[in-house]
């Protein structure tokens, strides 16, 4: 018999929250009732479902025995403040915020990782990682057994919307002003964005290294299950409103075959890839797109032991949203 699932989307205001529930309706995911949820300013306002405005309520008086499963896409202090109460409420847990311990809620992604939802405990939590982790693990994963890896290079180059509204917002008035000849005003970045490019993504440690670039060492040895993997990560920010991409290089033990890894890449689940001479980009291909996108496959300059890769992906859509609802998915398939 046919099972409907009532869902909360913690966050349903910002960016990632709007699209998961777009994408649940895409995916004609089964649904009872709809709960989005959000802090006290944004009660009233009302996201679009299956023909039909489903307003926001305040997520300090949702009850989560109402539900079966929650995603929350709203900051790590949320998901502190309101994931005990749902697990406790019988609540399973999609988390997008990074703030649950692995041990407590694994982070996966489908197409690397999927057979990590196997044998947790009633009921599930698990957590979906950060856009950079999951477009990179969806690219990696079908190299892992074709490549020894002895080391990971990566930078990358994000969109604002990574930040959430607020950046995106600023990106947009400093583009304005500065095409309107009006004075800059700075609000959310600490200086010019626009047009421009920004050497860090928040703010560095004492060792120099930003939360972002820990958080996708850590989620990626994670997820491709190699937790000795030695890596580099610089994150940037750059002036594109949505869509990440990355400049990969990978220290092999020995000559790669790059028909051998073009033909991993092209069996690879959810992988564009883009024959050579041409080269994908966030705003022409990647922006609105279900896959990751990866071309420039080659060689170092003078190392044939160096792969070398460029990698794009929607952010919120394929990063976050899309990989959230698949979990989800995931998670009731045994219960259909």
Request: hydrophobic residues 45%; charged residues 20%; proline residues 5%.
């Amino acid at each position: 018999m046919n099972q409907s699932f009532d869902i909360a989307v913690v966050g349903a205001t910002g960016t990632v929250g709007e699209t998961i529930v777009q994408i649940l309706e895409e995916r004609n995911f089964p649904i009872a009732d709809l709960h989005l949820l959000a802090s006290s300013e944004s009660v009233g306002h009302s996201v679009p479902f299956r023909g039909k405005n489903v307003r926001v309520r305040e997520v300090d008086e949702f009850d989560f025995s109402k539900v079966q499963l929650a995603f929350f896409a709203a900051g790590p202090a949320v998901t502190l403040s309101f994931a005990a109460k749902a697990r406790a409420a019988g609540c399973m847990i999609v988390d997008l915020s990074g703030a649950l311990p692995s041990a407590q809620a694994p982070q996966v992604v489908p197409e690397a990782n999927a057979q990590a939802l196997s044998g947790l405990s009633q009921p599930v939590q698990v957590s979906s990682p950060s856009p950079s982790a999951t477009a990179l693990a969806v690219a990696l994963a079908p190299l892992r057994g074709l490549l020894q890896i002895e080391q990971l290079n990566v930078t990358a180059c994000l969109a604002v919307s990574t930040q959430g509204r607020e950046a995106v917002a600023e990106l947009a008035r400093q583009t304005t002003a500065l095409l309107n000849l009006h004075p800059l005003e700075t609000s959310f970045f600490d200086r010019q964005v626009a047009f421009n490019a920004l050497a860090q993504v928040g703010k560095p440690d004492a060792q120099g290294h930003v939360p972002l670039e820990k958080r996708l060492v850590t989620e990626l040895r994670e997820v491709l299950g190699m937790p000795a993997l030695k890596m580099s990560v610089t994150c940037i920010q750059v002036p594109v409103f949505f869509g990440d991409s990355f400049s990969v290089s990978l220290q092999l033990a020995g000559p790669v075959d790059l028909k051998a890894v073009n033909a991993a890449l092209e069996a690879g689940d959810c992988i564009e890839l883009v024959e050579d001479g041409d080269y994908p980009t966030a705003v022409g291909d990647a922006v609105g797109q279900d896959v990751v996108y990866v071309g420039r496959v080659r060689h170092g300059v003078d190392d044939t032991s160096q792969l070398n890769l460029w990698l794009t992906s929607d952010n919120v859509r394929k990063g976050a949203a899309l990989n959230a609802v698949q979990l989800a998915e995931l998670l009731i398939k045994d219960l259909l």
